[in-house]
């Protein structure tokens, strides 16, 4: 038994706090600053465009740093939003102490602290990306009594020099390993950082996609989490995608989130694994099947699994990811252990079988405990995803199936046990509902279904309109079959949007 659990932590305040991250308080982020000799300090905020803000503050005093830490500082609204007017812009951002982390990046000895936004009159920002997740979340918890965890499947590409000694084996990357793996020392220094700032990491591997040109190396890897509060859950992605960002220009080799890369080859999606908890108890299983509770989850998802694509796949670039015959979805269904649907349920040790004895015999100690790790993963979102809007919109989706008339019927209806590509199966195929294949598309069913997600005041109207006009403004109706075959066009497109994901 290991007497001081937080002496392992990665995070450095927990350890120096020997506390959870879930319970700082002012006063202890007060202490750490003391104790080690912090200079600066990061406050943080994700704004419209879905990136991380930076506002600095050079720490010359306790008393000064106790008063930031207190009332937070004001912004520029306006220039952070674009439906809050420059006449009346100015918000507060009001530091979360639980997310406190030391900057792995900074020269100078440095604390960050990720921030809400609050209002003139002191409230917080209805359309604030965070503080709608935080919405959803809270409602979720009142109406259910139910705990909503997830975590997210983070795919990137990284784009180097060609290594002339292991080249690249076109599509074969799988969980290679060096060093047949380029960039396998980039992957390993993000997850060691990523869970120094906070991020429960499960773990790391190389992807499929593999690929080199006449001069450079095409690397795809993941970084999965550990499911954890969907706030949560929400942070640590976006600090995680700026981390890569950051070791990307370090080693002077482009990290790109894009759901496509090249003509052909694997894109990089942004699975997300859900289960819900009540009393520390996975409700996704009953006498080791899948519950009515899943089931009924799993039928708000398909409901709305159009407009969610608003929120999961947000450029042009993105459909040409969501195609047939390739591990992504298309057609709106579900399915156990089954990469060709749009919700896949996968293993979650329920065959109730004692493996880890069977693999090591010699230790009498141990013991199948039979505890359920079952998850559903949702397939569709990707690197383009406005991140805290798509767990608001998966929380809300699952509320939708959880009190839906008719839910547990839909789920059943749309389940498939077949690969659904297969000639055999065309007929199956042909009656289930699809996912858009486009922006344009995706917007139009936003705006169809738009009273689902303004339900309860949780996505604003000002919200909805505006992810309906952005995506609206690529005019890209009937784009996969203009450019079939344009491999060049392709390309050009593709490479439009690589370096903003």
């Known amino acids: 038994m290991i007497e001081n659990s937080f002496s392992y932590r990665a995070n450095s305040l927990e350890q120096y706090l020997q506390k959870s991250s879930k319970d700082f308080t002012r ?52 220039s952070l939003f674009s439906y809050i007017e420059a006449a009346s812009s100015d918000l507060y951002v009001i530091p979360r102490y639980s997310t406190a982390y030391v900057n792995p990046f900074s020269s100078i000895p440095t604390l960050d602290i990720l921030c809400s936004f609050y209002t003139n009159a002191g409230l ?29 499947e983070l795919e990137y590409y990284v784009q180097g020099k060609k290594e002339e000694l292991y080249p690249a084996e076109d599509q ?13 020392f980039i992957r390993l220094e993000a997850m060691d950082l990523i869970a120094r700032c906070g991020g429960m990491i499960k773990y790391g591997h190389s992807e499929v996609g593999n690929f080199s040109t006449d001069a450079e190396s095409f690397e795809q890897h993941e970084i999965e989490f550990l499911p954890v509060d969907v706030e949560n859950a929400a942070d640590q992605l976006v600090l995680a995608k700026w981390i890569l960002r950051q070791l990307g220009e370090k080693y002077g080799v482009n990290i790109s989130f894009a759901p496509k890369i090249t003509v052909g080859k694997a894109g990089s999606g942004l699975h997300v694994h859900m289960y819900l908890e009540k009393d520390g108890q996975n409700m996704m299983v009953e006498q080791n099947h899948l519950s009515d509770t899943a ?18 796949n947000s450029i042009p670039t993105s ?28 293993l979650g040790w329920l065959g109730g079988a004692n493996m880890v004895s069977d693999a090591n015999p010699q230790d009498n100690s141990l013991k199948y405990e039979g505890v359920s790790k079952q998850t559903i993963e949702i397939r569709s979102p990707d690197g383009s995803a406005d991140l805290y809007h798509l767990f608001a919109g998966l929380v809300v989706a699952t509320l939708h199936g959880l009190e839906m008339p008719g839910s547990l019927e839909k789920a059943e209806s749309l389940y498939v046990d077949v690969n659904i590509f297969d000639p055999e199966n065309k007929k199956k195929l042909d009656m289930l509902a699809k996912l858009p294949d486009c922006c344009y598309g995706s917007a139009r069913l936003l705006e169809q279904n738009r009273a689902a997600f303004k339900k309860d005041g949780i996505f604003p ?32 497109l593709v490479y439009k949007y690589l370096p903003y994901m």
């Open 124 to 152: 917080p920002l209805e359309t604030a990306p965070e503080y709608i997740l935080r919405k959803a979340n809270r409602l979720f918890k009142e109406r259910t009594g139910l705990t909503f965890k997830a975590m997210g």
């Open 172 to 184: 074969k990357g799988y969980h290679s390993a060096s060093p047949y793996s380029n960039f396998e």
């Open 295 to 312: 089931k009924k989850m799993i039928g708000g998802l398909m409901d709305l699994a159009g407009p969610l694509t608003a929120f999961g």
């Open 27 to 78: 006063d202890d982020i007060v202490r750490f600053v003391a104790g080690n000799n912090i200079k600066m300090l990061n406050f943080r905020y994700v704004a419209e465009d879905g990136k991380l803000k930076l506002l600095n503050f050079a720490i010359h005093s306790l008393e000064y740093l106790e008063n930031i830490l207190s009332t937070g500082e004001r912004v520029d609204g306006s």
């Open 461 to 492: 109207v000002k919200t909805i309109d505006s992810f309906i006009r952005k995506l609206s403004s690529f005019e890209d109706q009937g784009l996969s079959e203009r450019l079939y075959g344009k491999t060049d066009e392709i390309r050009t």
């Open 319 to 346: 459909y040409l990811r969501l195609v047939p015959h390739q591990e992504a979805p298309t057609n709106i269904c579900w399915g156990d252990r089954n990469r060709s649907v749009l919700v896949r349920v996968p």
